[in-house]
């Protein structure tokens, strides 16, 4: 029989341990070059917007929100009482801009709470001396911040005369406070809940 090999040349001995006519020996475990899952070469980095396997990457439990970032939707977090309460004394005789849902609704909150401590700090001193000044002082914010609502739902702010209409009227004003605003600038400015990058503005 013909040496495969060639004349002159050895066929090779041993087993399968030897590396017959050239040919390869197999490939390490993941692949030439390649590192197994979750394990990186030397050298090598993560790819931009990359995480290892197993770290969370940003929004991701544990982990902190990329800045600017406001969800899915791009809509900010909800503001909370004291935020609330804050933005609209600050904005106190403002009756320009809009206001978000949850601005109008933690005020008009705390207005009752204030009115109720005044009412019950009245009745121990016998006049009702406190509840009038928490009345008159959070009057005219309490009408500001109701026509910049009713702005961010694309109304004009006058519609809060309406409530001169018994019953009627400040059912429907409301309604009109309870619905979302428009996402998109309007005649009254950009939305409060969908600024460009998230995020409220901070009172």
Do not use: C
Not at 10 to 38: F, S
Not at 109 to 123: C, F, G, H, R, W
């Amino acid at each position: 029989m013909t040496n495969p090999t060639g004349p002159g040349q050895d066929q090779p001995q041993g087993g399968g341990d030897q590396n017959p006519w050239g040919t390869p020996p197999p490939p390490p475990p993941g692949g030439y070059g390649q590192q197994p899952y979750g394990q990186q070469g030397y050298g090598q980095q993560p790819g931009y917007g990359q995480q290892p396997y197993g770290q969370p990457g940003y929004g991701q439990q544990g982990y902190p929100a990329a800045p600017g970032y406001a969800g899915p939707a791009g809509a900010s977090p909800q503001l909370d009482i004291a935020t609330a309460v804050r933005s609209v004394l600050n904005q106190y005789a403002v009756f320009t801009g809009r206001a978000r849902r949850s601005e109008f609704w933690w005020f008009y909150l705390a207005n009752v709470l204030a009115s109720i401590v005044a009412s019950v700090v009245d009745q121990a001193i016998g006049a009702p001396l406190l509840q009038i000044i928490v009345a008159l002082g959070l009057l005219i914010p309490g009408l500001a911040v109701g026509a910049r609502r009713l702005h961010d739902t694309g109304k004009s702010g006058w519609w809060q005369l309406i409530a001169l209409v018994p019953l009627v009227g400040i059912i429907l004003l409301i309604v009109w406070w309870a619905q979302d605003g428009d996402p998109a600038p309007n005649q009254h400015g950009p939305s409060p809940k969908y600024l460009a990058g998230g995020g409220y503005p901070a009172y």
